[in-house]
């Protein structure tokens, strides 16, 4: 099979069909929320590395009893509401906090029950002049992090493996119905591993719409597994199985062809001669390359609408994590796909999809 072009030329195309494509995104007035991945304008960075005196600590080697044979340990994400708190006052949001709270939580258990992580060979510093250089533009140098942790040694002496902050944007940076936007701002210099990412929340929402709860919890779940490497930065940079394709038509499609996606696809469509899973084309920067395709995967909560009541976390996300190195996945949890079986159901979501875009 012919793959197009080289990495780099893939990054450039993908850049500029997106945005070709951007006219095609789905309708402003549609009552669904969105993902608005390009909302933050930052590029990860490298992590920095602490001393040798600060991983001799008894935390550091606590944590060292969690490790399985296979270098994996339980997940802890923690979620920085430093700044979310005093926003949340400012913004006069204080009714919506208990839905906000109670999501993002639901969220992280949901991922820490879902997947084992990568244990890092190195500790990293959660707090230097470096972050704080970085994010001036974006947060307030007084207000960047529980203080507890940032005078502390790193992410590792809390046993913490990925640290998320929260924050709120408005309609106008975010757009009329993006709920939220997040992406990895840290990772580990040497695999790639996301270790701190950024959140943003749409202030200007109305969450009084029609199941804006269930829509939330959603959409939050599908942001931070963005930021554990679903993107399509992450595919390019560090994660490298992706390739270009004309289809039937002559639409140039970007695929993900690493091996445990690839063997699901092929179980699950009961086809021996896929040989990659399309990413969606259209939508612009906040949604081509970074989700499944709509069309192949409705209904996967990595889709760029929320176009179901009831997202699924499929099998196909699942591998795709499990092949960045980064995590190890619980099938038994995840891994609920149904897209492709129900020939009822899905004549259903293919028309909804029609009539959204």
Same mark, same amino acid.
């Given at each position: 099979?012919?793959?197009?072009?080289?990495?780099?030329?893939?990054?450039?195309?993908?850049?500029?069909?997106?945005?070709?494509?951007?006219?095609?995104?789905?309708?402003?007035?549609?009552?669904?929320?969105?993902?608005?991945?390009?909302?933050?304008?930052?590029?990860?960075?490298?992590?920095?590395?602490?001393?040798?005196?600060?991983?001799?600590?008894?935390?550091?080697?606590?944590?060292?009893?969690?490790?399985?044979?296979?270098? !994996?340990?339980?997940?802890?994400?923690?979620?920085?509401?430093?700044? !979310?708190?005093?926003?949340?006052?400012? +913004?006069?949001?204080?009714?919506?906090?208990?839905?906000?709270?109670?999501?993002?939580?639901?969220?992280?258990?949901?991922?820490?029950?879902?997947?084992?992580?990568?244990?890092?060979?190195?500790?990293?510093?959660?707090?230097?002049?470096?972050?704080?250089?970085?994010?001036?533009?974006?947060?307030?140098?007084?207000?960047?992090?529980?203080?507890?942790?940032?005078?502390?040694?790193?992410?590792?002496?809390?046993?913490?493996?990925?640290?998320?902050?929260?924050?709120?944007?408005?309609?106008?940076?975010?757009?009329?119905?993006?709920?939220?936007?997040?992406?990895?701002?840290?990772?580990?210099?040497?695999?790639?591993?996301?270790?701190?990412?950024?959140?943003?929340?749409?202030?200007?929402?109305?969450?009084?719409?029609?199941?804006?709860?269930?829509?939330?919890?959603?959409?939050?779940?599908?942001?931070?597994?963005?930021?554990?490497?679903?993107?399509?930065?992450? !595919?390019?940079?560090?994660?490298?199985?992706?390739?270009?394709?004309?289809?039937?038509?002559?639409?140039?499609?970007?695929?993900?062809?690493?091996?445990?996606?690839?063997?699901? #696809?092929?179980?699950?469509?009961?086809?021996?001669?896929?040989?990659?899973?399309?990413?969606?084309?259209?939508?612009?920067?906040?949604?081509?390359?970074?989700?499944?395709?709509?069309?192949?995967?409705?209904?996967? +909560?990595?889709?760029?609408?929320?176009?179901?009541?009831?997202?699924?976390?499929?099998?196909?996300?699942?591998?795709?994590?499990?092949?960045?190195?980064?995590?190890?996945?619980?099938?038994?949890?995840?891994?609920?796909?149904?897209?492709?079986?129900?020939?009822?159901?899905?004549?259903?979501?293919?028309? #909804?999809?029609?009539?959204?875009?």
């Amino acid at each position: 099979m012919e793959y197009l072009f080289t990495k780099i030329n893939i990054l450039l195309f993908l850049i500029y069909f997106s945005e070709m494509q951007g006219n095609n995104d789905i309708k402003n007035d549609s009552i669904l929320y969105k993902c608005g991945f390009d909302k933050i304008n930052f590029n990860p960075k490298p992590a920095s590395l602490m001393t040798e005196i600060d991983k001799a600590s008894p935390e550091y080697l606590r944590r060292l009893d969690n490790i399985d044979k296979d270098g !994996f340990k339980d997940f802890n994400i923690y979620l920085d509401l430093y700044n !979310f708190e005093d926003e949340i006052i400012e +913004y006069r949001l204080y009714n919506h906090r208990e839905m906000f709270i109670n999501g993002m939580n639901k969220a992280i258990k949901t991922l820490e029950s879902l997947l084992k992580v990568k244990s890092p060979k190195y500790n990293y510093l959660f707090y230097d002049e470096q972050i704080i250089d970085i994010e001036i533009n974006n947060w307030d140098r007084n207000k960047i992090g529980n203080k507890t942790l940032k005078e502390s040694h790193g992410l590792i002496y809390f046993n913490i493996d990925l640290y998320i902050f929260v924050r709120f944007g408005s309609k106008s940076e975010m757009g009329e119905n993006v709920l939220a936007s997040a992406i990895a701002r840290y990772y580990d210099p040497n695999s790639g591993q996301p270790l701190i990412g950024l959140v943003n929340i749409n202030k200007d929402v109305d969450y009084t719409k029609e199941k804006s709860k269930q829509y939330f919890e959603s959409i939050i779940i599908h942001e931070f597994t963005h930021i554990l490497g679903f993107s399509m930065y992450n !595919f390019l940079i560090f994660y490298k199985n992706i390739f270009l394709r004309k289809d039937k038509y002559g639409i140039i499609r970007a695929y993900i062809n690493s091996t445990k996606v690839v063997n699901v #696809a092929r179980k699950y469509f009961n086809c021996s001669e896929i040989d990659g899973v399309e990413l969606e084309e259209i939508g612009g920067l906040g949604t081509a390359f970074s989700h499944w395709e709509a069309r192949i995967l409705l209904g996967e +909560y990595i889709n760029g609408v929320i176009y179901t009541e009831e997202q699924v976390i499929s099998e196909f996300t699942l591998a795709l994590l499990e092949d960045t190195g980064y995590y190890k996945a619980n099938y038994y949890t995840g891994g609920l796909m149904r897209y492709g079986k129900n020939k009822g159901w899905d004549l259903f979501l293919i028309n #909804a999809l029609i009539m959204e875009k």
